[in-house]
């Protein structure tokens, strides 16, 4: 059976990318990112336990500017996770299925996410 | 042959003994996954104004926020609610895209090993901490 020479339907490359599908794998995306972001923070509780000296240890590697670019990666991912998943918890109850309504909350959670992402920053630095 | 569907059940047989199509417990994961979301977005918001307060904090700073009673409650909410949650989300990830039948079983008994170790070792240090 020359099941190969069948038609096939478009596929990622050749799939326009729109907001909806982009915002849809980005939620899985930082998910996963969130779920390897469990590591440094159990590093950093279980720094805590171990006494003074560890806990700066981690703080210094944390505060370095590689561990800085990396918070603040896992900061908004969590921020969009989370503005998405309320997104995600709207549809589950049934609201919000309209293109043009898909589309607002879709931006609504781009800004919120950055706003939120934004001032945890500014508090952390104007401490 | 005549075919022989079961009485309100459109599978055919091959596909039953074969174990394809829904397992029918997936609901649970779904309502949990949600459940354990809705609980996420309170702590998720505390939590990330607590860490932008404890920039830079010193040991002592870090170790009286840890032992604040609140503080040490929603620390260990965080660790159970927010690591089961992930854990619903790895295995969705790892069931949609692992297809070898050994890779996915190992990575899901892997993977849900480290949790469980993560979770006892992030709360027993909290705990070490706050009493």
Partial sequence: MAAHNRPLSPHLQIYQWQLTAVMSILHRGTGAVLAIGILPFVYWLMAIAG????????HGLLASPLGLL???????ALFYHLCNGIRHLMWDAGWGFEIRTVYQTGYAVW??????TGAVWAIAFWK | MKRSFSKGSFRPPLGRVQNLGSARDGTEDFIRQRLSAIALVPLCLWFAYSMAC???????????WMQFPINTV?????????????HVGIHEIFEDYLHSPVVKALSMV???FALITLTVASVLAILRVAL
């Fill in chain 1, 70 to 76: 990396m918070l603040f990666g896992w900061t908004f």
């Fill in chain 1, 51 to 58: 006494g003074e000296a560890s806990y700066n240890q981690a």
């Fill in chain 2, 54 to 64: 404890l920039s830079v904090a010193d040991y002592q700073t870090v170790v009286a």
């Fill in chain 2, 110 to 112: 892997a993977m849900k």
């Fill in chain 1, 111 to 116: 800004i919120v996410s950055l706003l939120l």
């Fill in chain 2, 74 to 86: 929603l620390l260990i909410l965080l660790i159970f609610v927010g690591f089961y949650h992930a």
